[in-house]
């Protein structure tokens, strides 16, 4: 029953849009449904392979190359799950575009994963791009990170009392504890 309950609500939020967030809703929900095939095909690939290389004992976990090719195909998958849920959190109308923090953390991890399959004695050049690149994703991340902290309520320790910030680290200035987002406390 709770599962009607929820299709009607959203039939009904979805009728409140605009044709535009209709249109971008709809390309959300067909991108998602292509990702989430993608990724029942590459676990399905991935499952495949490393089954197929113990029957014919030819898997050797300790093998450099094999270390990379399954762990580049495991963060293929992680990568492309992240990339899913960032589009389903964009199609809840959490929030109205995909976060940048979300984008700069599968950017980060398609770096990750190029650096697990790098052979790392024949691309020195590469591996600096790499790390350079790494670099300037956690430098903006950095910036970035308390974006959707706005409005949060921090606990003075010993009175028992919620005050209103505008970031976590405002807490920190101040001397308090981060006690959570505004909207969770109805004490702020």
């Not at 959203?10 to 929900?29: P, T, W």
Request: net charge neutral; glycine share 4%.
């Amino acid at each position: 029953m709770r599962v009607k309950e929820e299709f009607t609500e959203a039939q009904r939020r979805f009728g409140l849009l605009s044709f535009y967030d209709k249109f971008e809703h709809i390309v959300i929900l067909i991108l998602t449904a292509l990702i989430a095939v993608f990724i029942v095909f590459a676990i399905w690939n991935l499952a495949l392979k490393i089954f197929l290389s113990i029957a014919s004992s030819t898997f050797d976990p300790t093998n450099y190359e094999v270390f990379q090719a399954v762990f580049g195909m495991i963060f293929t998958v992680i990568i492309a799950l992240e990339f899913k849920r960032s589009l389903l959190v964009a199609a809840e109308r959490q929030h109205n575009v995909v976060q940048v923090r979300t984008v700069i953390l599968i950017a980060m991890l398609a770096i990750v994963r190029k650096l697990l399959i790098l052979d790392v004695g024949h691309a020195t050049e590469e591996l600096f791009a790499l790390a350079a690149a790494i670099i300037a994703l956690g430098a903006v991340y950095w910036l970035v990170r308390d974006q959707d902290l706005h409005g949060v309520c921090c606990y003075l320790e010993g009175c028992g009392v919620a005050i209103p910030m505008n970031s976590a680290r405002s807490c920190a200035i101040y001397g308090l504890s981060f006690a959570g987002h505004r909207s969770c406390l109805a004490s702020c």
